[in-house]
């Protein structure tokens, strides 16, 4: 199989991986369609929130496993045909990035998902896991200071690129690919909690251990 190929068929399963609505799923086993109550996101931070934590934080393993699992498979796989290094990070991080993408344009759901956060997590968490810590360290820092899930998440985004650019100067070693995929992610992630700036602008974003009817 030529490198394109195999890139082409690792972008094909991290999509179809990260377009599982593992949130929208556990609504449906409760009887209720979670995108109408709460913030209307299928994310687990919502499920926690309307379902509780039971529900919640299982739904956050399996959306940080849907990025996980096709971006090691994507490395594994493709090393396994012989490719060059360079190839089989391209492979990685094209995987997961379409199951980041799965999550928040899946086809289950007319192509609107969730906000990536905990599938972001999970594929950083495969291919750059110090990008991954660093990225936990800020939401921790933002979460436990301000209590505002999606200002923590959007500033993980920041903690990920930072921690990867540190990691890079320190080594003397530029990996413009994996650098390029986390501060595309960033992006991504910013601008899917444009709804979340705006209440947060206003004064009305809910804050974390606050039920929302």
Request: net charge positive; proline share 2%; aromatic share 8%.
């Amino acid at each position: 199989m030529t490198p394109t190929a195999a890139i082409l068929v690792s972008a094909l399963g991290g999509y179809l991986s990260g377009s599982l609505p593992f949130g929208y799923w556990a609504g449906k086993l409760k009887g209720i369609d979670i995108r109408q109550h709460g913030s209307g996101n299928i994310g687990a931070t919502n499920v926690i929130r309307v379902l509780g934590k039971g529900i919640g934080i299982p739904v956050f393993i399996l959306d940080a496993l849907k990025g996980w699992l096709p971006a090691w498979l994507a490395g594994v796989w493709v090393a396994q045909q012989g490719a060059a290094q360079e190839i089989i990070s391209a492979a990685a991080v094209v995987a997961g990035l379409a199951a980041v993408l799965g999550h928040m344009f899946t086809f289950w759901l007319s192509f609107k998902g969730g906000k990536g956060v905990a599938t972001t997590a999970g594929v950083l968490l495969g291919i750059a896991p110090l990008a991954m810590l660093g990225g936990l360290i800020v939401w921790l820092l933002f979460f436990f200071t301000t209590r505002y899930v999606s200002l923590a998440s959007m500033m993980a985004g920041v903690g990920v690129v930072a921690t990867m650019a540190t990691v890079m100067g320190r080594n003397g070693q530029w990996d413009l690919v994996m650098l390029g995929f986390g501060i595309l992610i960033m992006g991504l992630v910013i601008v899917r909690h444009r709804s979340n700036i705006s209440r947060l602008l206003a004064g009305t974003e809910s804050k974390a251990g606050r039920k929302k009817a």
